[in-house]
């Protein structure tokens, strides 16, 4: 039985979650109590010491980043909630931790209460929020990533383009260097979609100020600062343009 606490100051949305993990989750979740402020959650955390966390991302004027960076030890699992769908909300997925949505849906709860069952992983939920904490500060410039071993902290004008592997990405660097991180070309375009990229193929994503000169064609074709020439989709070229007219 995972054993968890939600944190969370908005009593409806409360009701909600709890009445669904009664309803839905009762044979996989023990819900221990609800806290409704940052102070009173990090009591919370250290006297029920939780598997799991119900955690909202704004908390009166504090957020769940804050309770979290007050922790000495984050022993648990964490699946936030939330009602933002703009860069919080991006990095918390590029950092691999659960999140719902709400209003919170019957079968998105019922599909992250099962993920956690198979893998309730607390070892490795420190790596994870040292992505997130770092992903978090938009105004940096700089995003974090992982690899095998270890992590890498980029500076987003040091990125040329981004290529897809099937489930992995490769991250071509003006000093040369080639990352390979298990992520898909998708999470870094959400992640970088603010810092002037642009996806100009299924299997490429470019930062527009590293081209070098664009080439005509039905699609056409641009070259990078690097000499790389990448192929731009015929469905994107409009797109494409555009941006490059607005640069």
Do not use: W
């Amino acid at each position: 039985m995972i054993r968890a606490i939600i944190i969370d100051d908005e009593q409806h949305c409360i009701n909600r979650l709890s009445g669904l993990l009664i309803e839905h989750c009762k044979d996989s979740i023990h819900l221990m109590d609800v806290f409704a402020s940052v102070e009173k959650g990090i009591i919370g955390i250290k006297k029920l010491q939780p598997d799991l966390i119900f955690l909202d991302v704004m908390i009166k004027d504090k957020t769940g980043f804050d309770l979290l960076k007050e922790l000495d030890e984050i022993n648990f699992a964490i699946i936030f909630t939330t009602a933002f769908e703009k860069f919080a909300l991006q990095a918390i997925k590029f950092s691999a931790i659960d999140y719902l949505l709400k209003p919170i849906d019957e079968s998105d709860l019922k599909l992250s209460v099962e993920k956690l069952k198979h893998k309730l992983t607390k070892g490795d939920t420190s790596a994870k929020l040292d992505v997130l904490f770092n992903n978090m500060q938009s105004t940096s410039k700089r995003i974090c990533v992982p690899d095998i071993n270890g992590l890498f902290f980029l500076n987003v004008s040091d990125i040329i383009r981004c290529q897809s592997d099937v489930n992995y990405t490769h991250i071509y660097l003006k000093d040369k260097q080639k990352l390979t991180v298990a992520k898909t070309l998708k999470e870094f375009e959400e992640m970088l979609v603010e810092y002037n990229f642009f996806r100009v193929h299924n299997s490429n994503l470019i930062t527009l100020s590293h081209i070098k000169n664009y080439v005509k064609g039905k699609g056409g074709y641009v070259v990078m600062i690097d000499g790389a020439e990448i192929e731009v989709s015929t469905r994107r070229k409009d797109d494409f343009l555009k941006r490059l007219m607005e640069m």
